[in-house]
């Protein structure tokens, strides 16, 4: 996937926003799967995919219907604005326990969350939760 910029976030966080709440991180996985793809496309085409673009979230996001940009006091849109940086760190960081050589990952479970976030070079961002009147 190419790099995840400020506009991809927004417009990441825009498709979210009309959903309901537990189909969220659903979709936000299927769209970093899908630049992830498309990128992968563009890399061995030198053009983009047909459908999700050139690799970045943003292309993926705009191939789904979005809301209209609310302000940010709309504590919605901040909800989906956590979804989709929690997701993106889950993501990374299952990339990085993934892309290791196979003689280290011989013996260790990728599809355990709590291993690949205690192994994430990013995990120092997963003791701040979010307070429980924020998540629904």
């Known amino acids: 996937m190419r790099p995840v910029l400020h506009g991809d976030i927004v417009t990441a ?12 991180r659903e979709i ?17 085409l030198r053009r983009g995919h047909p459908v999700w673009g050139n690799g970045s979230l943003m292309a993926a996001a705009m191939a789904r219907d979005m809301a209209p940009e609310p ?18 760190i889950k993501w990374r960081c299952e990339r990085v ?12 479970r990728l599809d355990q969350v709590s291993y ?3 192994e994430c070079p990013h995990r120092n961002l997963y003791k701040y939760r979010i307070r429980p009147h924020l998540s629904v």
């Not at 966080?13 to 969220?24: F, I």
């Open 13 to 24: 966080a825009r498709v979210l926003l009309p959903l309901p709440h537990p189909k969220r």
């Open 28 to 44: 936000m996985q299927q769209m970093l799967e899908q630049a992830s793809f498309a990128d992968l496309h563009f890399k061995r």
């Open 71 to 88: 302000f940010l006091d709309d504590l919605a849109y901040c909800r989906c604005f956590v979804v989709v940086f929690e997701e993106l």
């Open 97 to 108: 326990a993934f892309n290791r050589p196979r003689k280290l990952r011989k013996k260790q």
């Open 116 to 118: 690949v976030l205690s």
